[in-house]
């Protein structure tokens, strides 16, 4: 396993992000979710994302049960700053978000326990609250950092702006938003640009478009009736089918090079610069032993080429998010 830089961390340069082996993607039996957690860790995988609204509060506590073991080996991130309807486990009820500092220092204490550790390894702020300025949430999670309960802090889905005012308060480590070949604001918006200016690792999620851009997605009525892309526009009729037109190039390139579709769509990321770790959701062994091969999987220049000219923004079908939780995340 290739290793990148996370602030003074060292982690894999893939990462396991963990939200659907609890929630969003469809029923998960927490032993096989155990064990891809265990395979995880044997295939050299040292970076796990988590949060508190995963399950809710499941998710931490699944990664606390299964990497206790090998704590001294991984690195734990999690996230604070969504309000959600805590009796229910779909993604469809967050309702807003919390960046109070109250909220920051409670949040962390309580995913510490859940985690069984003593320290966060990267704390986000998962979404910036904009009843609260950016300087008292990023505040509060540097107090926890002179505490010794943290050890970095990262932000999620942010402007330039936001990126330089969190950075002037305490340094960012990572910054979190996503990115995939269907998901490109960052290259055109300046947040990449700035988090090379800054220092600050750039860690996409969902860089295989939710499974999409692997070819191996079913049409939405196929899938699980818990499974949050029934409410996502690129998923929907119409939409579906003219984003599938686009992955046969991915497919085509896959082929030519003896590798899945997954691998050529995760190898385009890793080739963005070595400052960028992606965090891959994998809920089956299969799956995550084919997202670690990309690693040594190298594309051409015109092969990266041919795949940024057919998944331009204008070709994509469909927003990302329901207008709801579009609005979320700072542009």
């Given at each position: ?10 982690v894999?340069?893939?990462?396991l ?7 969003a993607?469809g ?8 064990q ?10 040292t970076?796990?994302?988590t949060?508190?609204?995963y ?6 506590a699944?990664?606390?049960k299964?990497?206790?073991p090998y704590?001294?080996?991984v690195?734990i991130?999690?996230k604070f700053?969504f309000t ?5 486990t ?6 807003g978000m919390?960046?109070?500092p109250e909220?920051?220092?409670?949040v ?7 985690l069984?550790?003593d320290i966060i ?16 949430s ?5 107090e926890l ?10 932000l ?8 330089r005012?969190?950075h002037?308060i ?7 938003s996503?990115?995939?070949l ?11 640009d ?6 600050i690792s750039?860690?996409p ?6 499974g999409?851009?692997?070819?191996k997605?079913p049409?939405?009525d ?7 892309r ?15 037109r686009?992955v046969?190039v991915i497919?085509?390139?896959a ?12 190898a385009?990321v ?5 400052d960028?770790?992606?965090i ?6 299969e799956?995550?032993e ?6 040594t999987l ?17 070709n ?9 939780f ?6």
């Open positions: 396993m290739e290793h990148r830089k996370l602030g003074n961390i060292e894999s340069s893939v990462g992000g963990c939200m659907g082996l609890s929630q993607y029923v998960q039996d927490e032993a096989a979710s155990i891809t957690l265990h395979r995880a860790v044997d295939l050299g995988v970076f796990f994302d949060a508190e609204v399950g809710p509060y499941r998710n931490e699944l990664l606390g299964a990497l206790k704590r001294d080996q690195t991130a999690t700053g959600y309807n805590r009796e229910r779909d993604f469809g009820e967050i309702t919390d960046g109070r909220n920051a220092r409670a962390a204490e309580a995913s510490l326990k859940r069984q550790t390894d990267l704390y986000y702020l998962h979404r910036v609250d904009p009843t609260v300025p950016i300087e008292e990023v505040g509060a999670m540097a950092v002179n505490e010794g309960k943290v050890r970095a802090i990262g999620s889905e942010v402007s330039v702006e936001t990126l005012r969190a002037a305490h340094p960012i480590t990572a910054l979190q996503e990115y995939s269907w998901t490109r604001d960052i290259e055109t918006n300046g947040v990449l700035a988090c090379r200016e800054l220092k750039f860690i999620f969902s860089p295989l478009g939710r999409f851009l692997t070819g997605v049409v939405t196929a899938l699980e009736s818990g499974d949050f029934h409410n996502l526009p690129r998923f929907q009729p119409g939409n579906v089918e003219a984003n599938r686009l046969t497919e085509e390139i082929a030519a090079k003896g590798a899945t579709a997954a691998q050529v769509a995760l385009w890793l080739a963005q610069g070595n960028i770790i992606p891959p959701g994998a809920k089956r062994i799956h995550l084919q997202n670690i091969g990309a690693v190298i594309l051409t220049r015109d092969e990266c080429t041919r795949l940024e000219a057919t998944f331009t923004p204008e994509i079908s469909g927003n990302r998010y329901p207008a709801a579009e609005a979320m995340a700072q542009k």
